[in-house]
């Protein structure tokens, strides 16, 4: 069974600065997606950035950025110039190809110090 | 407008109870889900359904039970509620096609009492 590791279960940042996110995953298929979700105290969940693991190249979107290492199975998230809206808990998941199953990690709570 | 929309926000009710949760969604998907997010903030999925049509049971116990009159509803009842039913369920849903991204509902916090 495909699992998902979130090793920080707490991070805080400075306002400004930037912070990294660690995910590992366990697979043994060739075909999957990774994401990044988001979940404010408003308790919705928002997509982050996603990774195709056919794809070399890593995902960024705006201040968003990931570090897809594939041998090592690691999908890291940096978060560049943190504002205080980006205080949150954060997941990673992993969703294997042709299956509708999303695997969530147990999240990281993001703090940002003003 | 809400693209996922479930009802209600919150729920409070007694061990025993039936109580159901309603979920729409307005933006065409074919593919419906409904997650729990246990009090450790752990997220699961418990159903899947593609076009009215059960895809995913994750060993959820009988006393759920989805129902999907059309394909931009999915509800969820639950018999008998127990204590260990208290969480925050989501629904979502997605377009065909599994790099498509989930569009959450803000989900409803269930309190067994």
């Known amino acids: 069974a495909q699992t998902v590791t979130q090793s920080q279960p707490e991070m805080s940042v400075q306002e400004a600065e930037t912070v990294t996110l660690s995910c590992t995953y366990d697979?043994?298929?060739?075909?999957?997606?990774l994401f990044w979700y988001k979940q404010p105290p408003s308790r919705q969940m928002i997509l982050v950035i996603r990774?195709?693991?056919?794809?070399?190249q890593n995902a960024t979107e705006n201040r968003f950025s990931v570090n897809f290492q594939k041998a090592a199975k690691s999908f890291s998230l940096k978060i560049s110039d943190s504002q205080l809206g980006d205080a949150a808990m954060y997941f990673c998941a992993y969703r294997k190809g042709g299956s509708e199953k999303l695997v969530f990690g147990k999240g990281t709570k993001l703090t940002v110090n003003p | 407008d809400t693209a996922v929309s479930q009802t209600p926000k919150y729920l409070v009710t007694q061990m025993g109870n039936d109580k159901s949760i309603k979920c729409e969604q307005n933006l065409g998907h074919d593919t419906m889900y409904w997650y729990k997010q246990d009090s450790k903030k752990f997220l699961k999925i418990m159903f899947s359904y593609n076009n009215k049509e059960l895809i995913i049971n994750e060993t959820v116990p009988n006393r759920f039970s989805p129902k999907s009159p059309d394909k931009a509803h999915l509800n969820l009842h639950i018999n008998s509620l127990e204590l260990g039913d208290s969480a925050v369920y989501f629904c979502a849903s997605s377009a065909s096609g599994v790099n498509e991204k989930l569009f959450f509902g803000s989900g409803t916090q269930l309190s067994v009492l």
């Open positions: 990774q195709e693991a056919y794809k070399q």
């Open positions: 697979t043994s298929e060739s075909d999957y997606y």
